[in-house]
């Protein structure tokens, strides 16, 4: 699988949403490398783009170059140790059932924060072991003449520097306005990567972005 491959299947989805009205596209976590994507092909189709701790780039390349910066150096995500596979598959594997205590308490504190032990599991049970190794290599920049011509909005229930996964929103690790085109982002509290835990709050978020297109 390939950033293209994402790109092209939530193109498809916008298109077929854009039939009913305006498009708010949420992009979270690795999302945001295809959200970008797709407001770079079809900005006319797309009202609205709400990065919730989202890897967005727009100075740099890829979501791999997001990572190696000295604001992402902090990053749980680089204790959540991956299953060694072989290059041939193409893919970054991690093994979400282990029974590692020292892997439960890294996963739970890159994504879950305060959730409960329970609710932690619960959510790594739902999580694919494997990821395309491709995605966080390929050029994933959201270009001003299309990414930045549209309202964007950075969820204050989770994102940037408040994030332990260290997902910066777009391209601004250090909570600064990175290119022309993007919105000023604003600077939360440490909050969890999966989005708080009563969903209502992030709800609340994207109805307000909802609402900027009526």
């Given at each position: 699988?390939?950033?293209?491959?994402?790109?092209?299947?939530?193109?498809?989805?916008?298109?077929?949403?854009?039939?009913?009205?305006?498009?708010?596209?949420?992009?979270?976590?690795?999302?945001?490398?295809?959200?970008?994507?797709?407001?770079?092909?079809?900005?006319?189709?797309?009202?609205?783009l709400v990065c919730a701790s989202a890897f967005c780039p727009a100075q740099r390349k890829t979501v791999l170059?997001?990572?190696?910066?000295?604001?992402?150096?902090?990053?749980?995500?680089?204790?959540?140790?991956?299953?060694?596979?072989?290059?041939?598959?193409?893919?970054?594997?991690?093994?979400?059932?282990?029974?590692?205590?020292?892997?439960?308490?890294?996963?739970?504190?890159?994504?879950?924060?305060?959730?409960?032990?329970?609710?932690v599991r619960a959510l790594m049970n739902t999580l694919e072991p494997d990821e395309a190794a491709s995605i966080?290599?390929?050029?994933?920049?959201?270009?001003?003449?299309?990414?930045?011509?549209?309202?964007?909005?950075?969820?204050?229930?989770?994102?940037?520097?408040?994030?332990?996964?260290?997902?910066?929103?777009?391209?601004?690790?250090?909570?600064?306005?990175?290119?022309?085109?993007?919105?000023?982002?604003?600077?939360?509290?440490?909050?969890?990567?999966?989005?708080?835990?009563?969903?209502?709050?992030?709800?609340?978020?994207?109805?307000?972005?909802?609402?900027?297109?009526?």
């Amino acid at each position: 699988m390939t950033l293209k491959d994402y790109a092209d299947h939530v193109e498809a989805v916008v298109r077929r949403a854009r039939c009913n009205g305006p498009v708010v596209l949420v992009g979270q976590s690795l999302g945001g490398a295809t959200v970008n994507a797709v407001a770079n092909r079809i900005p006319e189709l797309i009202d609205h783009l709400v990065c919730a701790s989202a890897f967005c780039p727009a100075q740099r390349k890829t979501v791999l170059e997001l990572m190696t910066t000295p604001e992402a150096a902090t990053s749980m995500l680089f204790r959540m140790t991956s299953v060694p596979t072989p290059p041939e598959p193409g893919l970054n594997r991690v093994n979400w059932r282990s029974n590692d205590p020292a892997f439960f308490a890294a996963c739970k504190e890159a994504l879950g924060l305060d959730y409960t032990d329970a609710e932690v599991r619960a959510l790594m049970n739902t999580l694919e072991p494997d990821e395309a190794a491709s995605i966080s290599v390929s050029d994933a920049r959201g270009l001003p003449e299309s990414w930045g011509a549209h309202p964007a909005h950075l969820p204050e229930v989770h994102r940037g520097p408040g994030d332990p996964a260290g997902a910066p929103g777009p391209d601004d690790p250090g909570g600064r306005r990175a290119d022309p085109g993007q919105p000023v982002p604003r600077t939360p509290p440490r909050r969890p990567h999966i989005g708080p835990r009563d969903p209502a709050v992030l709800a609340g978020e994207l109805e307000l972005a909802a609402r900027l297109c009526r």
